[in-house]
C-alpha cells in the first residue's frame, strides 16, 4: 500500500446519480409533424461511426427519436454552456408529471428561442442544426434498446438509442491543420457535465500512447481500439 493510498482510505457509498463526467449534447429531433425539439443530454458515447444516447423514454426527444429516427447531436464547448443551461428544466412534452413539476420543470414548446439558438437546415436528416454550436453531428436512428430488463421501449423508462453516423459538421478553426478530416484536439475542448455541475477539460496530462496509432487506421474498421 503506498503512501497515499494509507491516507485516503476508500469508502463504500450509494451515490443517487453516477454522473462521472461525460460531454454535454443539445440533442435536435423533430415530432411526426415535423416540430423540432432540442434537449440537452451528457450520456452519450462513440465507437466506430455509431453514437449512443442513453435517454429518458418519456422524454418528448425519445418520443421523437422513436417516431421520426433522425437526430443532430450538437456538441457545444464552454463558450456555449449558457444556452444550454437555458434549456434546463424544460420540456417539449406539454404534460409534465407532478414529481417533475415539483422539481421545477416546465414545458416550453419552442426550444430554439428557449436556448437563444438559430436554427440550420441539416444536410442528410430533417431536425435543424444549431448555428451557434461548433460541431454537429447528424444521424439515424440503428436500433433502440430498452434497458432494465423491459423488452419493449415502450415499457422501458430508460433507453439507449444506437444511432449510425450520417455527417459530421466542424467549424474551419476546429480542425487540425495539413488535415482534411481531423479535428485538433488541442481546439476542441468540449463541456462536461460533472455531476449536476459544469466544467471544461483541463489541460493535457501526458503524451498518450494510443495516438500513436494513425486515425485513419480505424476507418472502416470495426474495431474501435486495437484488439490483440
Ligand atoms: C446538462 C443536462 C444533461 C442532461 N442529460 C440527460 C441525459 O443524459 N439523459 C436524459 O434522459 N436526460 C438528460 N437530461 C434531462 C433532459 O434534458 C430532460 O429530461 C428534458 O426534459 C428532456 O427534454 P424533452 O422532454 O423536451 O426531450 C439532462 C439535462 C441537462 C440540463
Not at 442544426?129 to 423488452?151: N, Q, S
Not at 450520417?166 to 475542448?189: F, K
Amino acid at each position: 500500500m503506498d503512501f497515499l493510498t494509507a491516507l485516503d482510505p476508500h469508502t463504500t457509498i450509494s451515490p443517487a446519480i453516477l454522473y462521472f463526467g461525460t460531454p454535454v449534447s443539445l440533442l435536435s429531433t423533430v415530432d411526426e409533424h415535423g416540430h423540432p425539439n432540442l434537449a440537452p443530454n451528457s450520456s452519450l458515447w462513440w465507437l466506430g461511426q455509431n453514437a449512443v444516447i442513453g435517454i429518458g423514454s418519456r422524454s418528448q426527444t425519445a418520443q421523437n427519436l422513436l417516431a421520426t429516427g433522425e437526430v443532430v447531436i450538437n456538441l457545444p464547448s464552454e463558450h456555449e454552456v449558457d444556452h444550454v443551461d437555458r434549456l434546463a428544466l424544460t420540456t417539449g412534452r406539454p404534460e409534465v408529471s407532478a414529481r417533475r413539476q415539483a422539481a421545477g420543470y416546465r414545458h416550453v414548446r419552442d426550444k430554439f428561442a428557449q436556448a437563444r439558438v438559430t436554427p440550420l437546415d441539416s444536410e442528410t436528416v430533417a431536425p435543424p442544426r444549431i448555428a451557434e454550436f461548433p460541431v454537429h453531428v447528424e444521424g439515424v436512428v440503428a436500433k433502440v434498446h430498452p434497458l432494465g430488463g423491459a423488452t419493449s421501449p415502450a415499457e422501458a423508462d430508460l433507453l439507449a438509442v444506437e444511432v449510425a453516423v450520417t455527417r459530421v459538421h466542424v467549424r474551419e478553426s476546429l480542425r487540425l491543420a495539413g488535415h482534411a478530416d481531423r479535428i485538433d484536439p488541442e481546439r476542441w475542448n468540449p463541456l462536461m457535465l460533472n455531476f449536476q455541475r459544469f466544467f471544461g477539460l483541463g489541460a493535457e496530462t501526458r503524451p498518450s500512447r494510443l495516438a500513436t496509432i494513425d486515425e485513419e487506421w480505424y476507418r472502416g474498421s470495426s474495431a474501435p481500439i486495437p484488439a490483440g
